[in-house]
């Protein structure tokens, strides 16, 4: 199965804001759904705490005639008692808790293999944003929580966007369109209350603070992994970005990355027998990580039983736990353990005598994870030390591929269903 390239020359589209302007002249996709409008009182967007400090998106719909789904008060933010979660919802009310449930369509192109939506702290409140699978392009912006505040918030989306639901061959499906139309959105005016979450040109990657990453070739991957939570900065306001990454980094990084697909209970007592490195104390700030990777899909480690977990890591062993970080995420998606490729595989002209000769190859076809030093050139340094940007950028792809497959899985599930009921 091939991951599909951007349909659209979405590099010409700026970042979707009330006050940006927006191009009218993408080029019509086709596309296999159609959509069909909702009542827009019987639909909210909510922001669901999980986690430390960390939001996810729901939506939910309720169906007329039926007891009420949720319950609203206060202003900036609008604070949401999700009453579903104290009943039995079936035939009441409808809900999406994930990629699999709703995507953004802009124009009447379907996004959802091309941009993930995400909910981001920015200035004080939380930010619905669109981002973008491939490198370069801009992220769309759709709505924010207008304030900050514990519990559940409404996300308020902006003037031209609404709420649909996917359609195939006339018939209604459970998947929820965030949906936009460049004439409306250009039309809303400024955001109230609400500054432009970036005014960047479409050429330029996302900005973040940081002194020392404005011309890293993966600036863009780092920004991402940062909103992620997935690794942050340094109190000087430094990334350190060609600082190496350690062992137990890695590893809590790439349980972070999988905790942003499925929720990680460090605490769950393994299913098999898990024999602890000798050299990571139960103490140590890594140690429940550590255990759960052995557990799930970790290969690090030594003959002796330690993982010396203060090393700095190869890029050679960063492509293998990238490897199996993404067949234990397939796993849990119900997707083939096998990864597929997504483009040729690149030919490296110093990987023929590593171990891990065989991996770097499939991870350069799955969705470009592994690529030569720095970008260039054809060499990948197999035994070099993987530095905190490129290691960061690694994780992003891996995390997009999945995600990216998931979602076409489940447009596929989902026409297929539809198929057959209607025979």
């Not at 709505?143 to 061959?169: C, D, I």
Request: net charge negative; with cysteine; proline share 6%.
């Amino acid at each position: 199965m091939k991951i599909s390239r951007l349909p659209l020359n979405l590099a010409t589209l700026a970042a979707v804001t009330l006050g940006s302007f927006i191009p009218s002249h993408l080029p019509v996709k086709a596309s296999t759904f159609s959509e069909t409008q909702l009542d827009q009182s019987k639909v909210i967007a909510i922001a669901r705490p999980y986690g430390d400090d960390k939001y996810d998106l729901l939506v939910i719909e309720q169906i007329p005639d039926k007891r009420d789904c949720w319950t609203e008060s206060g202003s900036n933010p609008v604070l949401v008692d999700p009453l579903l979660l104290n009943f039995d919802f079936t035939g009441i009310c409808r809900r999406a808790t994930d990629s699999n449930g709703y995507s953004i369509r802009l124009d009447g192109n379907d996004l959802g293999l091309d941009y993930l939506l995400r909910l981001v702290r920015r200035d004080g409140e939380l930010v619905l944003v669109g981002t973008p699978r491939t490198p370069g392009y801009s992220e769309i912006v759709l709505g924010s929580t207008k304030g900050m505040a514990e519990g559940f918030m409404k996300v308020h989306l902006y003037p031209g966007w609404q709420f649909s639901k996917r359609t195939y061959e006339e018939k209604v499906l459970g998947h929820f369109y965030f949906s936009g139309s460049q004439a409306a959105i250009a039309a809303g005016g400024d955001i109230p209350d609400t500054p432009p979450a970036t005014t960047t040109p479409a050429t330029q990657t996302p900005r973040i603070s940081f002194v020392d990453v404005n011309n890293n070739i993966y600036q863009a991957q780092i920004a991402e992994a940062v909103e992620m939570g997935l690794v942050s900065g340094f109190d000087d306001n430094t990334f350190r970005p060609d600082q190496a990454v350690t062992r137990e980094q890695l590893i809590s990084m790439a349980v972070d990355a999988i905790g942003t697909v499925y929720k990680v209970d460090l605490d769950a007592t393994p299913e098999r027998d898990v024999v602890s490195f000798k050299d990571v104390d139960s103490s140590r700030w890594s140690a429940k990580k550590i255990k759960w990777a052995q557990w799930k899909f970790l290969n690090l480690g030594n003959p002796n039983n330690t993982l010396q977990p203060s090393e700095p890591i190869t890029r050679a062993e960063l492509m293998d736990t990238m490897r199996r970080m993404a067949i234990h995420l397939r796993n849990q998606l119900d997707l083939p353990q096998e990864l597929q490729q997504t483009q040729e595989p690149l030919v490296f002209s110093d990987t023929s005598n590593s171990w891990a000769d065989g991996v770097i190859s499939e991870m350069s076809a799955y969705c470009g994870v592994a690529t030569p030093l720095n970008e260039e050139g054809t060499e990948f340094a197999p035994d070099e030390q993987a530095t905190r940007d490129y290691t960061a950028a690694a994780m992003v792809r891996v995390l997009e591929c999945v995600k990216a497959e998931a979602e076409q899985a489940a447009q596929q599930r989902e026409a297929a269903e539809t198929v057959t009921e209607n025979q």
